[in-house]
């Protein structure tokens, strides 16, 4: 009797189920596969307390050069004049056509193609570092500001924003992506560092609503290798709210940073 | 030490009670015990001393980095039982706090408490798996869990699982001790069927042996300021909880330091 007014309300089987899985202890995570898109210098998500690698270098065994990083994207192949091959893309409840160019750009890490020797070799006692403070002076950003694209779709803003980013500082690739993950632009390709960074940018906007924070904050950024840094901007914007993830030399400076949100900010508003 | 959070989705389900006597019956068995208010209402201290009201505790700790635990800490006349109140939150709930501070704030002062020489720390929490009873519970080495015998406790259990599925994700040595049926009415049939319906819907290790009737004695106790086991007409109640003390213990097993 009890048992048939329970099952009224609830599926006994599934909770039986969840109720026994805690009565378990938790399995360990699963072994992080490397990051093969930074080579075996990639740092960001040892899992914890794990060695970092040893340089082949240290241990007396010979060193492979480390592997040709392959385009992220694939081109668009060739379709007759007239096609639009523009990919609808959403952000928030808007949905927009995207520029092919967009799906184009290549990740070229350096101008060989080839990530440097340096970062193969490199030792580090900890395998996730958060840098606190810059690294090194801060890059600097001129006055400058995207092309005007007011009132031109939001991809070609978006686009515009792209070209002009990198014109001011070194960026080595980007992605914008929204609160859900949804990515507008990738040129990184991945899911782990888009994670981080929806992470940092979640816990900087929950931190932000607890203290009565606004507008630009200070830089967010993980140290993803030996010579590379994912920057984190997240920006509040007619679309909620839109992060965007920069793959750069160094942490950039909080009035960098500053620049780059008003820019991000106008290109998804204006 | 072992840190165990008394915790539960839903309030009003006897969880100070619960807290309150079996810290007791950990300090009886003369292990070096400290009840934690967790609650921003202040259940254990309301419960325990009258000044309360006055006495920094658990939410000064969160707020004030300065403050140690040793300043917060309140002895009573039991030596193995001392008790932390909950302390003016009100300066915390206005400041929030930031991302990861709690947390760590939480696990510096369980830090303070195991090295005053503490072997068991119990928390009473506030319901809700979320907020600093999250942070506690991330915390924690187990998570004992109150359920009243009634058909709405029932239907909360669902949720319950779900939260308790959730912290584990964040805390992966946290042990679901187990459910303890409280409020259990033995005249009232609705009560006796719904403690039926949640040892058939649960497994049977979950749910623990002994469970806590509803008596008016814990009224009693709490308005003089004492557990119910050392009322004069407590002895039934004291059974009670040295029951449950003694079942979890084996559950506990290694994890607890004698």
């Not at chain 1, 592997?67 to 007239?82: H, N, Q, S, T, Y």
Request: charged share 20%; hydrophobic share 40%; glycine share 8%.
């Amino acid at each position: 009797m009890e048992n048939e007014s329970v099952n009224q309300w609830l599926d006994a089987a599934s909770v039986r189920a969840l109720a026994e899985s805690l009565m378990k202890p938790v399995e360990p995570a699963p072994q992080m596969t490397p990051e093969t898109i930074y080579g075996s210098g990639f740092v960001g998500f040892a899992e914890a307390g794990q060695a970092a690698p040893v340089s082949p270098a240290d241990s007396g065994e010979p060193v492979i050069p480390p592997p040709v990083v392959e385009p992220l994207i694939a081109r668009v192949p060739p379709v007759p004049d007239g096609v639009d091959t523009r990919k609808e893309v959403i952000i928030g409840k808007a949905v927009v056509k995207e520029p092919e160019s967009l799906f184009e750009v290549t990740l070229t890490p350096t101008g060989t193609g080839k990530i440097p020797p340096a970062q193969a070799v490199a030792r580090y006692p900890s395998p996730f570092k958060i840098a606190s403070a810059p690294l090194a002076p801060p890059t600097p950003v001129s006055q400058g500001r995207p092309g005007t694209a007011k009132g031109q779709p939001l991809a070609t803003r978006l686009s515009k924003f792209g070209t002009w980013l990198k014109g001011e500082i070194p960026a080595e690739a980007y992605f914008i992506c929204d609160r859900n993950g949804e990515m507008v632009v990738d040129e990184v390709g991945s899911s782990k560092l888009i994670k981080v960074a929806r992470t940092l940018a979640h816990a900087s906007a929950n931190a932000g609503r607890q203290v009565g924070e606004s507008g630009e904050r200070a830089s967010l950024h993980v140290k993803v290798s030996t010579d590379r840094v994912l920057e984190v901007i997240p920006r509040q914007s007619t679309f909620g709210l839109v992060i965007l993830g920069i793959i750069v030399p160094r942490p950039l400076s909080r009035e960098t940073v500053a620049s780059i949100s008003r820019s991000f900010g106008a290109a998804l508003d204006d | 030490m072992i840190t165990l959070a008394v915790s539960s989705q839903k309030g009003g389900v006897g969880k100070t009670t619960l807290a309150i006597n079996l810290a007791h019956a950990f300090a009886r068995s003369g292990r070096r015990t400290l009840l934690v208010d967790s609650d921003p209402q202040g259940s254990v201290g309301l419960s325990l001393t009258r000044q309360s009201r006055h006495l920094s505790g658990f939410f000064d700790l969160l707020s004030n980095p300065s403050l140690k635990a040793d300043q917060v800490i309140v002895p009573t006349r039991m030596e193995t039982f001392s008790l932390v109140p909950s302390g003016q939150s009100s300066s915390y709930e206005l400041g929030g706090g930031s991302m990861g501070m709690t947390l760590y704030r939480v696990r510096s002062f369980l830090a303070e408490v195991k090295e005053l020489g503490y072997d068991i720390c119990i928390v009473d929490c506030a319901a809700g798996l979320f907020g600093v009873t999250a942070d506690v519970l991330s915390a924690s080495d187990g998570v004992i869990v109150p359920q009243q015998a009634e058909p709405l406790g029932v239907r909360s259990v669902p949720k319950m699982l779900e939260a308790l599925t959730r912290m584990r994700v964040v805390n992966s040595q946290l042990h679901v001790l187990g459910v303890v049926l409280t409020m259990v009415h033995r005249n009232l049939p609705e009560s006796r069927e719904s403690a039926e319906a949640l040892r058939s819907l649960l497994p049977p290790e979950m749910v623990l042996k002994t469970v806590v009737p509803r008596d008016d004695l814990f009224v009693r106790a709490s308005a003089r300021g004492l557990p119910v086991g050392v009322m004069d007409e407590g002895a039934a109640a004291l059974a009670v909880f040295e029951s449950l003390r003694d079942e979890l213990d084996r559950r506990m097993g290694h994890l607890l330091s004698t």
